[in-house]
């Protein structure tokens, strides 16, 4: 499923609202919750899941072309932990 599908799908759920509301919503929505991680906070969905930022230690790799050793640099990445609800699934 991507972000227009889940605007389709508000779209339907919500018959007064236009479709371009409904993009609007979504990209609100998304965009706050990209806001808090690149603060460093937690989000929870409840019934979903969490969403938290966890910085990835520098490793070691071979460049291919070379074959000499390099370090990628860390960086930061998203985690998803699911709700328990939906691990039952």
Same mark, same amino acid.
Not at 12 to 32: P, T, Y
Not at 49 to 68: A, L
């Given at each position: 499923? %991507?972000? @227009?599908?889940? $605007?389709?799908? /508000? ?5 007064? !609202?236009? *479709?371009? @509301?409904?993009?609007?919503?979504? @990209?609100?929505?998304? &965009? ?6 690149? %603060?460093?906070?937690? /989000?929870?969905?409840? #019934? *979903?899941? $969490? *969403? ?5 230690? @520098?490793?070691? #790799?071979? %460049? ?11 960086? &930061?990445?998203?985690? *998803? +932990?699911?709700?328990? $609800? !939906? +691990?039952?699934?």
């Amino acid at each position: 499923m %991507n972000k @227009d599908e889940i $605007s389709r799908r /508000v779209y339907e759920a919500h018959g007064g !609202l236009a *479709f371009s @509301d409904a993009r609007k919503i979504v @990209d609100l929505v998304l &965009n706050l919750i990209k806001k808090r991680l690149v %603060n460093g906070e937690r /989000v929870l969905l409840s #019934g *979903f899941g $969490s *969403f938290t930022v966890q910085r990835r230690k @520098d490793k070691k #790799g071979v %460049n291919p072309q070379t074959g000499e050793s390099i370090i990628i640099a860390g960086r &930061n990445t998203v985690k *998803f +932990k699911p709700s328990k $609800s !939906l +691990k039952s699934i």
